[in-house]
């Protein structure tokens, strides 16, 4: 029987949020198959949806745009129909960033589609607590740039207006479709993109403040070639393919627990992953990474390797936290001494480090917050592609790399998870609950 083309072909631009798109995906029934970055190889996949995991979201326009382009190949030559370009659901992204200029490019290189003159831009996802409203950004009842969002250390977000946010990156007029429009349903939702589209619109910020609106939202799309948002978009996905015959309900995916030691790392000093970072040191060991230690020359990452290996191998092995996780005032003041873009990169070689070190000492179980850390590790520890399993936390599945020696992974965003994430992660990928 031969291989139906993909539905669905995803660009993410980050590795945490790639595994939360296809946590969505996988919730709604898609076979979905992660890979990290553009697969060498152009085997082909029996796949519902394809996901290309790219680390393009703080680097240069230019350079991401021609990764994201690279991946857009790849998933055409796949057989992909529709297209999905995935960034954070606080829409990390400064006036010079990359979401606007990533969208305008894919929109272009899909002009031989139906549907590629218009786009929306929605980071909604209201099960985390962003919402979407007349064009502004809401983290749970605060605006973004009262979330801590604005003392982000990469991509401050100092302005929730969505709409002057991306009409600063883009050439193309920017508009907006209402919360009042999307509440009268799919209908009205694809009215308003016709009536933008006589306006010369061809991005569209797309207000939702519920599931129902992404459901909305997702049927709406169903002819656009592209879509563009965080992973709550797709929650309405699965449903409109399905609602045309061109999706069964697949089976649940089922993945065999993996042994071996586990480890804990988080680089990212979101407000979230500092309390989870603060409900782990209450009980449990952990070691600490200063990027003006390591700038110094001290050996941090064999100190951390060291400490990690004792409490794993010792009579009652444990697991524990590398953390690089502090306060605003304190990554201010690294970055002051080395540069903003010096001590991010401190901190993720010297994690990516230490994990690559770890796994040689036999630990085959990652937890990750954080998306550059993320995806600074799974580069460092080979992981070609992932294999989704159950959700810990909205956002966040627990996964397997594909390959001989698998590794259990969970990647998560550093905004995402409850308080006692690390702890509950770990349960899960001992277990591997389908």
């Keep these: 029987m031969p291989r139906a083309a993909p539905l669905l072909g995803c660009i993410a631009d980050d590795f945490t ?69 995935k960034y954070c659901s606080t829409f990390d992204s400064t006036g010079a960033g990359n ?131 965080g992973s709550g978009v797709a929650l309405g996905l699965p449903a409109s393919f399905r609602s045309t015959g061109r999706l069964a309900q697949a089976e649940p995916v089922r993945i065999e627990p993996i042994d071996g030691p586990a480890v804990v790392l988080a680089g990212s000093a979101s407000r979230a992953t500092s309390a989870q970072v603060a409900a782990w040191r209450a009980s449990r060991p952990s070691f600490r990474i200063d990027p003006l230690a390591i700038a110094r020359g001290e050996a941090v990452v064999e100190q951390a390797v060291s400490f990690a290996h004792g409490h794993f191998s010792g009579a009652r092995p444990q697991p524990v936290l590398i953390y690089a996780t502090t306060t605003p005032e304190a990554v201010k003041a690294a970055q002051r ?47 070609q592609a992932l294999r989704i399993g159950a959700q810990i936390d909205p956002g966040v599945p627990a996964t397997v790399s594909t390959g001989e020696r698998p590794l259990a992974l969970a990647l998560k965003s550093g905004n995402f998870g409850a308080a006692d994430f690390f702890s509950k992660a770990l349960g899960y990928l001992d277990e591997m609950r389908p």
Excluded at 60 to 67: L, M, R
């Design 17 to 85: 949020g790639a595994t939360d798109l296809a946590n969505m995906l996988v919730r709604g029934g898609m076979r979905t198959v992660q890979t990290i970055g553009v697969p060498r190889i152009p085997d082909a996949i029996d796949a519902d949806a394809l996901i290309v995991a790219l680390k393009s979201r703080t680097i240069d326009a230019a350079e991401a745009v021609a990764q994201a382009l690279a991946a857009l190949a790849w998933l055409r030559a796949q057989g992909c129909r529709q297209f999905f370009f």
């Design 99 to 229: 979401i606007g200029p990533v969208t305008e490019a894919l929109l272009d290189a899909l002009k031989d589609l139906p549907g590629s003159d218009f786009t929306i831009a929605c980071p909604a996802f209201p099960e985390n607590g962003r919402t979407l409203y007349c064009g502004h950004l809401f983290v749970g009842d605060v605006l973004l740039n009262e979330s801590g969002m604005q003392n982000h250390p990469l991509t401050p977000m100092t302005d929730p207006n969505l709409m002057r946010v991306l009409q600063k990156q883009t050439h193309s007029k920017i508009g907006l479709v209402r919360h009042d429009m999307v509440a009268k349903g799919p209908a009205a939702v694809r009215a308003a993109f016709d009536t933008l589209r006589a306006e010369h619109v061809r991005i569209a910020i797309a207000d939702a403040v519920s599931n129902a609106d992404l459901y909305t939202l997702g049927e709406a799309c169903s002819e656009l070639a592209l879509i563009t948002g």
């Design 337 to 383: 001494e080395l540069g903003v873009a010096r001590a991010g990169q401190l901190v993720e070689e010297a994690l990516a480090d230490v994990a690559r070190e770890l796994h040689a000492l036999g630990v085959r179980k990652f937890v990750v917050a954080g998306g550059e850390t993320s995806g600074a590790v799974v580069q460092a520890l080979g992981v």
